[in-house]
Structure formats: structure tokens, C-alpha cells
């Protein structure tokens, strides 16, 4: 499908950031541009980096034309053969597909009869709750159920525990042609999955090297699960390629992910350590768990590049308009300076719902009557928006012409360059994750994975937990 740029450009607006509008409590223009300096080099190290090391995901919106070619022939196949699609992954292998997800389907697409529907019904398990794992069982026809294995590392305890759940379930079920409906993405060298993968015959797809978990959705992590269902992934490609172009400038005046990337970082050392990504979309919903993902994985590090100790970071918080505004605003608005919210408004929703007449002898239900669910939801925003700045505390708007592949690719893109242009400017690797990797290697201990033996004596030589503290 072809985009029109200029008609679908996601625009900022970050008047709520500053002084102009929030006197003392905002940034000023001079302490903005005292940090051209840092952003100029924040994007130059960006821009040094693209297809290096860990930044090989900047290549994606450019290199994955004939990957796309296989996964569009091969989610063709899937849409006919198979009735549920089910990814099994966890972290970044798991919250880009359920975010596109959410924000390109139907909003109750597995609801849908098969006929309206554009693909199999889709299920993401990224958890080990046992309860979750039957209740999926209960709900799907393995017979009839495609599984996507993604986990870059091969080994992460979550995602092989379903894979050799559901293995054993196809084997007892299929016998030998148990391998036709499992497809491995993984990494292309190292790793389990990859070994199985080759030893079992699974249809694999690959990882680049230089893509983590949370900067995979451009690549075959995101793109198969979003072609099966329909998704225009060459549109989702397309509008990161747009960011891209957008933000190919040091300006602090043109790079809508600079700009965002400074204000928060002059915001973090205000003391501002908590983002609230509020979307006003139930088909964003799942992008503020994604980008919680990339904001606190990326950004919250204890040690500075050059290996200062230190402890940074901003504690993303994951909120709903409107929903939200009936638990959460109540403290964003009167509680304390500590965080800058973002909102994501839509301007024009995919469907318009009329508020119909029917309470005329009531004026105070009655003012409602004549509008749009769409102009209440706007309505609900600004005034959120107006609340939440009235009270001083800081806040952006990112704006969507409408929520389509397109609007998304920019959305996802100019969020992880965001994401890198921070980690720049605080002098952190964006790009690792030791804090995870210390939780899944207790855990390995803790289960006895070979090779683990230091890490189950340090386990053991941990504090003890006292009984007094117990009740
Ligand atoms: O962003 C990351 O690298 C992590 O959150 C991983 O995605 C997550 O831990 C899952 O790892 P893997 O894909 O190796 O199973």
C-alpha cells in the first residue's frame, strides 16, 4: 500500500515542557539549547554507530526486503493452513507482536468469525504462569496451531519451557511431521534454538547479530507474527524509513526524537524519574508496554561507559486514556514534580461512534447527546492535557494523523532512536542488559543448569531470610 507522507507525518508538541507555558516549573529555552552541544554529539554517535555492534536495527527499515519476501510467502501459507498462530517468547521477542498487534487489528480480532478475520487466530504467551499455558490449551487445536519459537538468545528459561511443552504436545500428536508447525526465529550462530532448529527441520527465521530483544520488531521477531494477521509490514518498514529521514538532522529544532530525547534527559536531571507513556487509543495500549520495555531496559544502568559507577535511569509507567484518568491522574496531577508525562492523541480514529439522543429531560446527561465517542475522547485529552499542565507538572503530546502501519513504523522508529539518543547523552550502553541477564542466570542456577555451580553457591551464600520478618 503506498503512505502520503506529508498527510501522515506524527507531529510533537512539547509546549507543555516548557517554561512559556509552565513558568518555573518548565524548561527554559536557554537550558534547552545549553544542550545543543550534547545532542549534536548524542547524534553524531547515533549516526557513527547505525549498523554497528548492537545498533544493527537502524538497518532494518533498509535491509529486510528479501526477508520480507520469505515472510509474506510464508504467513500466505500459515493464513491458509492453520486456524491460531502462537508465539512463544518473552521480553523483546514478545511485546513488538503484541503491540503491532493490538495496534493494526481489529480490536477484537480473535472474536471475529473466521471471514472477517485476516489470518488465524493469534495468542502471544510471554509468561510461565502454568495457569496461562493450560488456558491456552483449552482455547487452541494444536492440530490446527502454527508456533512461532522466538527467543534471540536460544536459551531464555520462559521460552524454552513452552517450546518443550508444546514440542511434546505436536511429537504425541503428529510424530514426526510435529516439525511442520513450529518455526524457530533465533539468532543465526549461537544459541540452542538454532541447534534444535537445524536438528529438528524447523523453518527458521534469523536475528541479526546487532538486534536486541527490544529494538527487533523490524526484523523477523515482529514482522512474521504482524504478516500473519494481516499487518502491511512493508507499511510498518515504510514509516520507520520516514522517521529516519525525519530525524536526519542534529537540529533541536527539526529531530522530533532529539528534541524528545533531550527533554527528558534535562527532565531526568531535574529529578524528573518517572515517564508516563499515556496513549489516548486502546490500539496503543500495548506500544506503552513496549516502550516501558525499551525506556527502562535500555536506559536504567549502573555504570557509566567509560565505567564510573552510577545510577541512571527513568522508571517508565504504562497508563490509559481515558481509562487511566480515573486512577492515575489523580496523582500526576496533585502528587509530586517527579515525572513528565507523554501523551500519544490520535487525530482521526478508523471508526466514528454518534452519541444518540435520549435523555432530554436531563441536561447534565443530556450536553453529551448529538457529539461523537471521538469528539468526548478528544475532548477527555485536551482537558487532561490542560489539567495535568495547570497543576505545573511537564508533559508532551505526540500527535498520529490516524493509527495505521505507517504512523506506527514512525511511532516505533522515533521511539528507539529516542531511546539511543538518551543512552548518548548519559553516557550509558543503551544497548545491554546485565540486570536481566543476572535474573535469568539465577534462575538457571537455581534449576540446576549445568555450568551454573558459582552462581548457585553465591545463591546460597546470599542473606538468609529471618522469621521475624515474616508474618
Ligand atoms: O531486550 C532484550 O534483549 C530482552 O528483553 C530480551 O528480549 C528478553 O530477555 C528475551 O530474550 P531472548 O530473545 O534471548 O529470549
Same mark, same amino acid.
Given at each position: 500500500?503506498?503512505?502520503?507522507?506529508?498527510?501522515?507525518?506524527?507531529?510533537?508538541?512539547?509546549?507543555?515542557?516548557?517554561?512559556?507555558?509552565?513558568?518555573?516549573?518548565?524548561?527554559?529555552?536557554?537550558?534547552?539549547?545549553?544542550?545543543?552541544?550534547?545532542?549534536?554529539?548524542?547524534?553524531?554517535?547515533?549516526?557513527?554507530?547505525?549498523?554497528?555492534?548492537?545498533?544493527?536495527?537502524?538497518?532494518?527499515?533498509?535491509?529486510?526486503?528479501?526477508?520480507?519476501?520469505?515472510?509474506?510467502?510464508?504467513?500466505?501459507?500459515?493464513?491458509?493452513?492453520?486456524?491460531?498462530?502462537?508465539?512463544?517468547?518473552?521480553?523483546?521477542?514478545?511485546?513488538?507482536?503484541?503491540?503491532?498487534?493490538?495496534?493494526?487489528?481489529?480490536?477484537?480480532?480473535?472474536?471475529?468469525?473466521?471471514?472477517?478475520?485476516?489470518?488465524?487466530?493469534?495468542?502471544?504467551?510471554?509468561?510461565?504462569?502454568?495457569?496461562?499455558?493450560?488456558?491456552?490449551?483449552?482455547?487452541?487445536?494444536?492440530?490446527?496451531?502454527?508456533?512461532?519459537?522466538?527467543?534471540?538468545?536460544?536459551?531464555?528459561s520462559?521460552?524454552?519451557?513452552?517450546?518443550?511443552?508444546?514440542?511434546?504436545?505436536?511429537?504425541?500428536?503428529?510424530?514426526?511431521?510435529?516439525?511442520?508447525?513450529?518455526?524457530?526465529?533465533?539468532?543465526?550462530?549461537?544459541?540452542?534454538?538454532?541447534?534444535?532448529?537445524?536438528?529438528?527441520?524447523?523453518?527458521?527465521?534469523?536475528?541479526?547479530?546487532?538486534?536486541?530483544?527490544?529494538?527487533?520488531?523490524?526484523?523477523?521477531?515482529?514482522?512474521?507474527?504482524?504478516?500473519?494477521?494481516?499487518?502491511?509490514?512493508?507499511?510498518?518498514?515504510?514509516?520507520?524509513?520516514?522517521?529516519?529521514?525525519?530525524?536526519?538532522?542534529?537540529?533541536?529544532?527539526?529531530?522530533?526524537?532529539?528534541?524528545?530525547?533531550?527533554?527528558?534527559?534535562?527532565?531526568?536531571?531535574?529529578?524528573?524519574?518517572?515517564?508516563?507513556?499515556?496513549?489516548?487509543?486502546?490500539?496503543?495500549?500495548?506500544?506503552?508496554?513496549?516502550?516501558?520495555?525499551?525506556?527502562?531496559?535500555?536506559?536504567?544502568?549502573?555504570?557509566?561507559?567509560?565505567?564510573?559507577?552510577?545510577?541512571?535511569?527513568?522508571?517508565?509507567?504504562?497508563? @490509559? %486514556?481515558?481509562?487511566?484518568?480515573?486512577?492515575?491522574? &489523580?496523582?500526576?496531577? /496533585? *502528587?509530586?514534580?517527579?515525572?513528565?508525562? !507523554? =501523551?500519544?492523541?490520535?487525530?482521526?480514529?478508523?471508526?466514528?461512534?454518534?452519541?444518540?439522543?435520549?435523555?432530554?429531560?436531563?441536561?447534565?446527561?443530556?450536553?453529551?447527546?448529538?457529539?461523537?465517542?471521538?469528539?468526548?475522547?478528544?475532548?477527555?485529552?485536551?482537558?487532561?492535557?490542560?489539567?495535568?499542565?495547570?497543576?505545573?507538572?511537564?508533559?508532551?503530546?505526540?500527535?498520529?494523523?490516524?493509527?495505521?502501519?505507517?504512523? @506506527? %513504523?514512525?511511532?516505533?522508529?522515533?521511539?528507539?532512536? &529516542?531511546?539511543?539518543? /538518551? *543512552?548518548?547523552?548519559?553516557?550509558?550502553? !543503551? =544497548?545491554?542488559?546485565?540486570?536481566?541477564?543476572?535474573?535469568?542466570?539465577?534462575t538457571y542456577a537455581?534449576l540446576g543448569r549445568p555450568g551454573y555451580?558459582?552462581?548457585?553457591?553465591?545463591?546460597?551464600?546470599?542473606?538468609?531470610?529471618?522469621?521475624?520478618?515474616?508474618?
Open positions: 500500500m503506498r503512505y502520503n507522507k506529508k498527510a501522515l507525518r506524527i507531529k510533537i508538541d512539547y509546549n507543555n515542557m516548557m517554561e512559556s507555558v509552565l513558568g518555573d516549573k518548565g524548561i527554559s529555552d536557554t537550558t534547552f539549547y545549553s544542550m545543543a552541544q550534547d545532542a549534536q554529539a548524542a547524534f553524531e554517535a547515533v549516526e557513527a554507530g547505525k549498523g554497528k555492534n548492537m545498533m544493527g536495527w537502524t538497518d532494518l527499515p533498509y535491509n529486510q526486503d528479501a526477508i520480507v519476501e520469505d515472510i509474506l510467502a510464508t504467513a500466505h501459507d500459515i493464513r491458509k493452513k492453520y486456524e491460531y498462530f502462537v508465539v512463544l517468547g518473552i521480553g523483546g521477542s514478545a511485546l513488538g507482536p503484541i503491540a503491532a498487534f493490538q495496534a493494526c487489528n481489529h480490536l477484537h480480532y480473535n472474536d471475529l468469525p473466521k471471514r472477517k478475520r485476516k489470518g488465524p487466530k493469534f495468542y502471544v504467551e510471554d509468561n510461565v504462569d502454568p495457569e496461562r499455558m493450560a488456558a491456552l490449551l483449552d482455547v487452541i487445536d494444536i492440530n490446527k496451531t502454527m508456533f512461532n519459537v522466538i527467543t534471540k538468545s536460544g536459551s531464555t520462559e521460552t524454552m519451557t513452552q517450546y518443550l511443552i508444546i514440542n511434546n504436545m505436536l511429537k504425541q500428536a503428529l510424530g514426526d511431521k510435529a516439525k511442520d508447525q513450529i518455526i524457530a526465529t533465533t539468532s543465526v550462530a549461537t544459541g540452542n534454538l538454532i541447534k534444535i532448529a537445524k536438528a529438528e527441520g524447523y523453518k527458521t527465521f534469523y536475528i541479526p547479530d546487532g538486534v536486541g530483544g527490544r529494538f527487533s520488531e523490524l526484523c523477523p521477531v515482529g514482522l512474521l507474527a504482524a504478516a500473519v494477521t494481516g499487518i502491511d509490514i512493508k507499511g510498518l518498514l515504510a514509516g520507520a524509513r520516514y522517521m529516519d529521514e525525519l530525524c536526519n538532522t542534529p537540529s533541536l529544532k527539526k529531530n522530533p526524537a532529539l528534541i524528545l530525547a533531550t527533554l527528558q534527559v534535562i527532565a531526568m536531571n531535574e529529578g524528573k524519574n518517572i515517564g508516563v507513556m499515556m496513549p489516548y487509543a486502546d490500539g496503543l495500549k500495548y506500544i506503552a508496554d513496549w516502550y516501558c520495555q525499551l525506556w527502562a531496559e535500555s536506559l536504567g544502568k549502573n555504570v557509566e561507559l567509560d565505567g564510573t559507577p552510577c545510577n541512571k535511569g527513568q522508571t517508565p509507567v504504562k497508563s @490509559l %486514556g481515558v481509562t487511566d484518568q480515573h486512577s492515575q491522574v &489523580q496523582l500526576y496531577t /496533585a *502528587g509530586p514534580f517527579d515525572k513528565v508525562i !507523554t =501523551f500519544i492523541g490520535v487525530e482521526n480514529y478508523r471508526t466514528e461512534v454518534k452519541i444518540p439522543n435520549g435523555c432530554e429531560e436531563f441536561p447534565n446527561v443530556n450536553f453529551l447527546c448529538g457529539h461523537t465517542m471521538n469528539e468526548l475522547i478528544q475532548a477527555e485529552r485536551k482537558a487532561t492535557e490542560y489539567a495535568i499542565t495547570k497543576a505545573g507538572k511537564q508533559n508532551y503530546t505526540i500527535m498520529l494523523p490516524v493509527l495505521n502501519e505507517f504512523t @506506527l %513504523g514512525q511511532l516505533m522508529y522515533m521511539f528507539m532512536l &529516542q531511546t539511543a539518543y /538518551a *543512552g548518548a547523552m548519559m553516557n550509558i550502553d !543503551t =544497548f545491554n542488559q546485565p540486570g536481566v541477564e543476572e535474573g535469568k542466570n539465577a537455581l555451580d558459582e552462581k548457585r553457591a553465591e545463591l546460597a551464600n546470599a542473606p538468609q531470610k529471618q522469621t521475624k520478618y515474616l508474618c
